[in-house]
């Protein structure tokens, strides 16, 4: 079990600027999430995958945020045109169709 | 709708005191409810669950918590702080719905003294 790995760590970008970030699952997990942490909040959900199926979006997630999930493996968050208020912690978490998540260390966006 | 309330941003307490961290829910569904750590830099670690067994719920690291229905409460508890318990705690819920999507508090940063 390698966990949930998230790529990059950290990413700095200007606004306007279009960023993406991966995240590679547990291999035997069928079920992705995406959830954004902003500074002194907790974490907040934007999408999740089953398998290569995106089955829900929060109203949080603009047209500008795009997530992939291509043959229910590793999975891309895209964000168009960056704002300042992008600027978060960028979480990925997966499972086996269950409740018992595992979560990444996460992806750090600044949007300057 | 469901959502969190964690009482206190931040909790102070000595190494080997009493640690309480509090969580209230509103849920229309019995809930699923869950606690987990956080470090800095670093994602979320479950410490433990409750899915509508006992409502007392044994975690890693020697913290439980209790679910009270007719307080809508789930308050994690340890009996003694260690420092290396210094982190972010947040109390999340989840419906019964088939996305097991979670719904977090704002999260309670304990912080122990020497």
């Known amino acids: 079990d390698t966990g949930v790995s998230q790529d990059p760590r950290h990413k700095i970008t200007k606004r306007g600027q279009n960023v993406t970030f991966r995240c590679d699952p547990i291999?035997?997990?069928?079920?992705l999430y995406w959830y954004r942490q902003t500074l002194g909040q907790g974490p907040e959900f934007l999408t999740y995958?089953?398998?290569?199926?995106?089955?829900?979006k929060s109203r949080l997630l603009s047209d500008r945020f795009s997530a992939e999930r291509p043959k229910g493996s590793f999975s891309t968050l895209e964000i168009q045109r960056t704002e300042q208020g992008d600027s978060a912690m960028y979480l990925c978490?997966?499972?086996?169709?269950?409740?018992?998540?595992?979560f990444g260390s996460g992806t750090r966006l600044t949007v300057v | 709708a469901q959502s969190v309330t964690q009482l206190g941003s931040h909790v102070s307490v000595s190494e080997g005191a009493l640690v309480l961290l509090r969580c209230n829910y509103s849920?229309?569904?019995?809930?699923?409810l869950f606690w987990y750590v956080q470090y800095p830099n670093q994602g979320l670690q479950l410490l433990l669950k409750y899915t509508s067994a006992a409502t007392l719920v044994k975690g890693i690291n020697g913290f439980e918590a209790e679910f009270k229905k007719s307080e809508t409460s789930f308050h994690l508890t340890k009996p003694s702080a260690h420092m290396s318990d210094a982190a972010e705690y947040f109390c999340?819920?989840?419906?019964?719905?088939?996305?097991?999507?979670?719904?977090f508090g704002s999260g309670t940063r304990l912080l122990v003294r020497p």
């Open positions: 995958f089953q398998n290569e199926a995106q089955l829900e």
């Open positions: 291999s035997e997990h069928n079920r």
């Open positions: 978490a997966s499972s086996l169709a269950g409740l018992r998540y595992t």
């Open positions: 999340a819920v989840s419906g019964r719905d088939s996305s097991y999507k979670l719904i």
């Open positions: 849920s229309s569904v019995p809930p699923y």
